[in-house]
């Protein structure tokens, strides 16, 4: 069952996930925010310098269609636009939004990963397994188990998982035998 209720999850995740993604692209469409004429004008005589923004097509991005109001009056107009420099900008809003909802929809799917694992995992494994075989005594010799032996009473679905769950079990039972054997006993194995 809780297999079940985890596709399920997923897949309306992914669906949702979809459907930003479709918005997003439909709404992508080239709007103001996407193309600029930025005009970089430095000091002049008595003038500060600044930056001017305007939505202005490409063949209009120069200074005398993008710096407003213009600072200087007369024959000094050419002279400060000659200094500024003027760049034609373009970006796709839309690519930036679609990129945005992917790297959120993955950290999502890692977030709900980690719960799965934290909280999900353990419950679920007491209720297939039992407390009793997932807490080992300490007293249990090294080579007494055979991992991959005798796994009748667990059901057929889990055999896989059951059997990694003895070999994760005999490994930490030999970590913690060279433990006592080299702090305690002072001892090293061979």
């Known amino acids: ?5 985890i596709n399920v999850c ?9 459907l930003m993604i479709l918005s997003a692209e439909i709404s992508a469409a080239k709007n103001a925010e996407d193309i600029r004429c930025k005009c970089i004008c430095p000091p002049y005589k008595d003038v500060n ?10 063949k209009d991005c120069n200074c005398l269609h993008v710096v407003k109001p213009m600072p200087v009056e007369g024959k000094d107009v050419e002279a400060y ?22 790297y959120l929809s993955l950290l999502g799917l890692l977030l709900l990963y980690m719960v ?21 005594s300490d007293d249990d010799d ?17 055999n896989v998982l ?3 769950e ?10 913690q035998e060279q433990r006592k054997s080299v702090f305690d006993r002072h001892v090293v194995l061979s």
């Open 116 to 136: 799965y694992l934290t909280l999900l995992e353990p419950t679920l494994k007491r209720r297939l397994f039992g407390h009793s075989q997932l807490i080992q």
């Open 81 to 102: 636009c000659l200094h500024c420099e003027c760049r034609y900008e373009e970006r796709s809003s839309g690519t930036i939004k679609v990129t945005i909802i992917v």
């Open 142 to 158: 090294v080579g007494d188990r055979q991992p991959f032996g005798n796994t009748r009473d667990v059901p057929s679905h889990s």
């Open 10 to 18: 997923i897949q309306l995740y992914l669906l949702v996930c979809f």
């Open 166 to 175: 003895h070999a994760q079990q005999r490994w930490w039972r030999q970590v």
């Open 162 to 164: 059951n059997k990694v």
């Open 1 to 5: 069952m809780s297999h079940v209720c």
């Open 49 to 58: 310098g600044k930056i001017y923004n305007q939505n202005v097509s490409l």
